[in-house]
T-cell receptor, first 114, second 113 residues
């Protein structure tokens, strides 16, 4: 079973629309961390946010916001008023004390059309 | 500030040839180092992980090996490449405990022909 599931393989929206990228995770650890990364066409992965399992407060950073809900094991990412520069592949990842490195989802390819 | 360098950016190699990808980190000491592979439609897969010189953990048994000859140098190798080794290879570093974010290099796109 996948530990991090990003069910949306590809999403295409028109610029200025809001878009939410879903992430569902699975872990037996009580302490864990969740991450979102952005991979633009150039290929490098850019770290966006980290959230620990004890902090369920939503976070907002400019047009980006994150909704962490332990009850549904989800850590969703919303981009408000999307822009063409937001076009990228977005990865959700899980870090567990019982495992090495980060476990990544398969990514969601977000296409923002002008 | 910390930087990570990974090279080459692109590589085309025939089946059966050797491989050596190099990654170096600057601006930090004793980082944790990682090699990930990204295959089309499969997300990022952790290949190797190192917490120190000469200490390598392998996550996936395969045709590849890794070495850490110096504190901030991480090398991915193969003696004989397979077609299935094609992919995008990413080196990353982190510091401290498991909850630290990983910081990635620009990646190497490997095509085995």
């Amino acid at each position: 079973a996948q530990k991090v599931t990003q069910a949306q393989t590809e999403i295409s929206v028109v610029e200025k629309e809001d878009v939410t990228l879903d992430c569902v995770y699975e872990t037996r650890d009580t302490t864990y961390y969740l991450f979102w990364y952005k991979q633009p066409p150039s290929g490098e992965l850019v770290f966006l946010i980290r959230r620990n399992s004890f902090d369920e407060q939503n976070e907002i950073s400019g047009r980006y916001s994150w909704n962490f809900q332990k009850s549904t094991s989800s850590f969703n990412f919303t981009i408000t008023a999307s822009q063409v520069v937001d076009s990228a592949v977005y990865f959700c990842a899980l870090s567990e004390e019982s495992a090495d490195g980060l476990t990544f989802g398969k990514g969601t390819h977000l296409i923002i059309q002008p | 500030s910390q930087t990570i360098h990974q090279w080459p950016a692109t590589l085309v190699q025939p089946v059966g040839s050797p491989l050596s990808l190099e990654c170096t980190v600057e601006g930090t000491s004793n980082p944790n180092l990682y090699w990930y592979r990204q295959a089309a439609g499969r997300g990022l897969q952790l290949l190797f992980y190192s917490v120190g010189i000469g200490q390598i953990s392998s996550e996936v048994p395969q045709n590849l090996s890794a070495s850490r000859p110096q504190d901030r140098q991480f090398i991915l190798s193969s003696k004989k490449l397979l077609l299935s080794d094609s992919g995008f290879y990413l080196c990353a570093w982190s510091v401290g405990v498991y909850n630290s974010p990983l910081h990635f290099g620009n990646g190497t796109r490997l095509t085995v022909t």
